[in-house]
């Protein structure tokens, strides 16, 4: 793997001949961005389309409870990060179709509980709480290749699900009888789709942190929709605007010095404010 | 008597204690268009969600081909009452109708046989000049048209329409009676509406369903359409309303 890695460097040092991206941990923070911010987006448009920004703020912050029992339990944290995200994913999944409640109500319980188990633990073993803000914020620039490689596979996989669900997720998240009624199996589709959302919410919280990843998920194809005239549009800008957010994001934050995570979803914050004065002038 | 479609035996929803439906029973003749008809809370939605598959239900539904019961479902096409939906979203009339139709993700454009189809079955419905409108940006009726072309699209063996009449203006009411007009022609589609107008009901059914919990009269249009047992469905201030010698009639007020 370290030579496919010296290979890519080699090749980023001939198309990126620029300051910011001349050390190694820039140029392994860059690859990340290239990989999370479109997986996020692509994810992303589903969250927006089906209204699951707060599902997704859920899973978010369950990692900080995730994160502790790892630390706490003396397993990688990053695992039990995921699993555990994956596991709250699938909870409120599985309740939202045994109960009559409402879905953000569902959902506050589930955030209110795991944050509390979170707390409950970290409040027990004072020295976790500074390895947890580092969680808080992310921190690409101390992204290991192993992690990139983990982000490549995902992404793949990931891609070949939605390119083959696109559709069907789209109409399940328009109206869930109409697509039951069109024989899509709309409880499976919605599991997987947790799952999903759990395992990119959760990787994605290593460069952006707990606190942000909501609005990477969201706030890119959120500036799509704004300016996007049907499915095609929506979906390709949504990858430009992520895209664009998390390259100028990179170099912002090089230059600055102000958090990674910070200066990416501020980039694409701009960019929602802008498609959004577009689309007042287009009406 | 006509060969049969759909059969329900002993069919009964209960949702949250509250029985929607108690031990329906009946048949749905094949090719053939069938009137369920009832007052507001009879169950007519919940029989046709049954049908569906999307409420589950105690007694047994049968689909029947070539005269065997099974419960496997054909292709259905199904024509909500209204339809709950996030307004703002980019999506075209045709995108709309290719999403069930086609695998290819959509940001990779059309299939063309898919994108025909759909064109085909808005072209049917007298709605293609729709195909590039945000389904969001359109009329309730407009709306009604367009999800009774995704319906047809599906090529399917049998329609269920949810009070397609509903929220339809008068140019949309003409077309849609006569797309009903031609299927009754043609004869190779189940077609089950569910209505409270009984202008459509008259116009077009050849076979009734009353329902008001459970099943209080069916049969051929003429037989049940009897001023008793609509008052028996309805209450004692419903009747037939007949105006001028259009297939379809002014519908039924019944305060």
């Given at each position: 793997m370290e030579s496919l890695f010296a290979i890519i460097y080699s090749f980023l040092d001939t198309v990126l001949p620029f300051a910011w991206a001349a050390s190694l941990f820039m140029k392994r923070a860059f690859l990340e961005i290239m990989l999370i911010t479109p997986l996020c987006a692509i994810v992303g448009i589903q969250v927006v389309n089906s209204r699951m920004a707060f599902f997704s703020d859920a899973i978010s912050h369950s990692a900080f409870t995730g994160i502790a029992l790892g630390l706490l339990l003396s397993i990688n944290p990053l695992l039990t990060m995921v699993v555990f995200g994956v596991l709250v994913a699938l909870g409120i999944a599985k309740f939202k179709t045994r109960s009559d409640l409402p879905m953000d109500t569902i959902i506050g319980v589930f955030f209110a509980a795991t944050i509390a188990l979170g707390i409950a633990i970290i409040s027990t073993r004072k020295g976790l709480s500074q390895t947890l803000s580092s969680f808080l914020f992310g921190?690409?620039?101390?992204?290991a290749e192993m992690e990139i490689a983990v982000t490549f596979a995902l992404f793949a996989v990931i891609l070949i699900f939605i390119a083959l669900s696109y559709n069907r997720l789209l109409l399940t998240g328009i109206n869930e009888p109409l697509a039951r009624s069109q024989d899509i199996p709309v409880n499976i589709y919605n599991y997987i789709f947790a799952i999903i959302l759990a395992v990119v919410v959760t990787m994605g919280i290593r460069a952006i942190g707990i606190l942000l990843i909501t609005a990477l998920l969201i706030v890119p194809p959120a500036s799509a929709r704004n300016v996007s005239r049907n499915v095609r549009q929506m979906f390709w800008y949504s990858l430009v605007f992520a895209w664009v957010s998390g390259i100028a994001g990179l170099v912002i934050s090089f230059y600055t010095d102000i958090a990674t995570g910070a200066s990416i979803i501020l980039v694409a914050s701009l960019c929602f404010l802008l498609t959004f004065i577009i689309s007042l002038v287009r009406r | 008597m006509a060969e049969t479609a759909i059969e329900l035996v002993n069919v009964s929803v209960t949702v949250n204690h509250a029985?929607?439906?108690?031990n329906v029973s009946t048949s749905i003749p094949k090719g053939r268009i069938t009137a369920l008809i009832g007052p507001n809370g009879a169950g007519k939605t919940t029989l046709i969600l049954a049908v569906l598959g999307i409420i589950p239900h105690e007694g047994e539904i049968f689909f029947l081909r070539d005269g065997r019961r099974e419960t496997t479902r054909p292709r259905i096409g199904y024509v909500p009452q209204r339809l709950d939906f996030?307004?703002?979203?980019?999506?075209?009339v045709l995108d709309f109708l290719t999403l069930s139709s086609q695998?290819?993700?959509?940001w990779l454009g059309y299939q063309q046989a898919k994108r025909d189809k759909a064109l085909e079955a808005l072209r049917e419905i007298g709605v293609?000049?729709?195909?590039?409108?945000?389904?969001?940006?359109?009329?309730g009726g407009e709306l009604q048209r367009v999800m009774l072309a995704m319906a047809i699209s599906r090529e399917p063996e049998i329609l269920l329409l949810d009070e397609p009449a509903a929220g339809v203006d008068i140019s949309g009411e003409a077309l849609f009676c006569e797309f009903m007009t031609r299927v009754q022609r043609e004869g190779h589609l189940t077609m089950v509406i569910v209505s409270h107008d009984l202008s459509v009901v008259t116009g077009h059914a050849e076979h009734v369903i009353c329902l008001n919990?459970?099943?209080q009269c069916q049969g051929g249009a003429p037989e049940v359409l009897t001023p008793e047992n609509i008052m028996a469905v309805y209450g004692p201030h419903a009747g037939l309303y007949r105006h001028g010698q259009d297939t379809c009639i002014h519908p039924l007020h019944h305060k």
């Open positions: 921190d690409v620039l101390t992204i | 029985p929607l439906l108690k996030d307004r703002g979203l980019p999506l075209t695998r290819r993700p959509l293609e000049h729709l195909r590039e409108r945000q389904i969001g940006r359109l009329s919990r459970t099943v």
